[in-house]
Each structure stands twice: as C-alpha cells, then as structure tokens.
C-alpha cells in the first residue's frame, strides 16, 4: 500500500500485513493542516513504512507539549505524513493520501470539543473530547 501527495513526489510505502489505529482528530490544528474539518490518520510504526522523495517539515508544540512535526511535498504542498515527540517510534499517515475507497474506517474520534457540529464519526468506538491520553 501507498500514501503519496498529489504531485507524487513525496510516498509512504505501507508493510501491507499491518493493521492500523484509525483516528479522526478535529483539532483545530488538524482543521488548519487538511483545510477539511477534521483529519484523518492511519497510525504505523516507523519501522513499517518506507519513506521516499522530499519533503519539507513543520514543527508545531502539541497539547502534551511535545513537538508535532508534519511532512508535506514542497512542490504541491500536501501533507502526507506526521510525527510527534510523544510517540517518536510511530507515524501518522494521512488516509486521503492513500486515497483508497476501501481503507478502514476511524475507530476512535479525538478533540470532539471543536468538532463540527454537522460532523458525525458513526464508526468512532472511542470519543474523546480532548485528545486521547
């Protein structure tokens, strides 16, 4: 499996055996970073994902406090992939940027505080108000 940004020149290659935590984060920090009302993230070890092409980084401080780091193409500016401080052995993918119609659906939903009122995760058996611990 492959995540890649529009242009393609930034790709996440996926081990295909593994299934991941799928995570709808409406955040406003996520809002601003997909231009959509939430974010969507499929959550992998470093160690499963093979990372080519270049890419730039921003680095943002995260409610834990720790480093929020996301990796986007220079070239079409899509966002593809993220790290945090917190979790430094993980990385999220983003589902758009796989763009497969058949990818497994968020089973948790976090930051529901600044939700969209008209957005509704049926799928989500975890809600968190803030993000998870």
Request: proline share 7%; hydrophobic share 35%; charged share 15%.
């Amino acid at each position: 499996m492959e995540a890649r940004c529009s242009c393609g020149n930034l790709r996440v290659l996926i081990a295909e055996d593994l299934t991941p935590a799928v995570v709808a984060c409406h955040c406003t920090a996520c809002q601003r970073r997909s231009g959509s009302p939430f974010g969507v993230a499929a959550y992998y070890p470093m160690s499963a994902l093979t990372i080519s092409g270049e890419s730039r980084t921003w680095t943002r401080t995260g409610d834990s406090g720790g480093a929020f780091t996301t990796h986007f193409c220079p070239t079409c500016g899509s966002s593809v992939y993220w790290t945090t401080e917190k979790h430094a052995d993980a990385a999220g993918v983003a589902v758009g940027a796989i763009a497969d119609p058949h990818f497994p659906a968020p089973i948790r939903s976090v930051w529901e505080e600044t939700r969209h009122d008209w957005v509704e995760i049926p799928t989500a058996l975890q809600h968190f108000p803030r993000g998870r611990s």
